[in-house]
T-cell receptor
Framework: GAGVSQSPRYKVAKRGQDVALRCDPI?????LFWYQQALGQGPEFLTY????????KSGLPSDRFFAERPEGSVSTLKIQRTQQEDSAVYLC?????????FGPGTRLLVL | RKEVEQDPGPFNVPEGATVAFNCTYS??????FFWYRQDCRKEPKLLMS???SGNEDGRFTAQLNRASQYISLLIRDSKLSDSATYLC?????????FGTGTRLTIIP
């Protein structure tokens, strides 16, 4: 079946620009997670949804980062006024039982 | 100190050899433990869960020592296709915490 999909796959933004990253989880998966992976590092937790409720946003690095999942399926991660340190791969995952299934990620480069 | 620590490598190992990775975690309240595999420029994928009793999946064996807060992964008879980054992962409540990963290259 279809896995987790993310779009765009690549995004180049000028510093100060706003970006929106989309995640389509596996159909029926209630839990959805966003991670940030810097080069040479493991993924770092950003935020977690159960259905439409954002239950944990402790990993969001600043108030420029905002995530939503209004209908409990598709989720959007928005970064306002992007900075160079926001350059990373943004991974989305949905979970079934104990396993998180990751999407291919959005590679964001801020110039 | 990072919550999950791994040797980043790289480990360059001849084909057919046995290789072992270790990982330590600092939060004793961690509830579940995993090894994920990540190929270059790809997403992480679950390799196996890790239990105190030890578990084996083909050529892969994982072990958890809760008292020492130590997790291991053993790969026997390594194949070229085993070349990847291996991520040690712990779960507490809903949150997964990843190590930096250990890069493995199998040499023909």
């Amino acid at each position: 079946g279809a896995g987790v999909s993310q779009s765009p796959r690549y995004k180049v933004a000028k510093r100060g620009q706003d970006v929106a990253l989309r995640c389509d989880p596996i159909s029926g998966h209630v839990s959805l997670f966003w991670y940030q992976q810097a080069l040479g590092q493991g993924p770092e937790f950003l935020t977690y949804f159960q259905n439409e409720a954002q239950l944990d946003k402790s990993g969001l690095p600043s108030d420029r980062f905002f995530a939503e999942r209004p209908e409990g399926s598709v989720s959007t991660l928005k970064i306002q006024r992007t900075q160079q340190e926001d350059s990373a791969v943004y991974l989305c995952a949905s979970r079934y039982q104990e396993t998180q299934y990751f999407g291919p990620g959005t590679r964001l480069l801020v110039l | 100190r990072k919550e999950v620590e791994q040797d980043p490598g790289p480990f360059n190992v001849p084909e057919g050899a046995t290789v072992a990775f270790n990982c330590t975690y600092s939060n004793s309240a961690s509830q579940s433990f995993f090894w994920y595999r990540q190929d270059c420029r790809k997403e992480p994928k679950l390799l196996m869960s890790v239990y105190s009793s030890g578990n084996e999946d083909g050529r892969f064996t994982a072990q958890l020592n809760r008292a020492s807060q130590y997790i291991s992964l053993l790969i026997r008879d390594s194949k070229l296709s085993d070349s990847a980054t291996y991520l040690c992962v712990v779960r507490r409540n809903e949150k997964l915490t990843f190590g930096t990963g250990t890069r493995l290259t199998i040499i023909p």
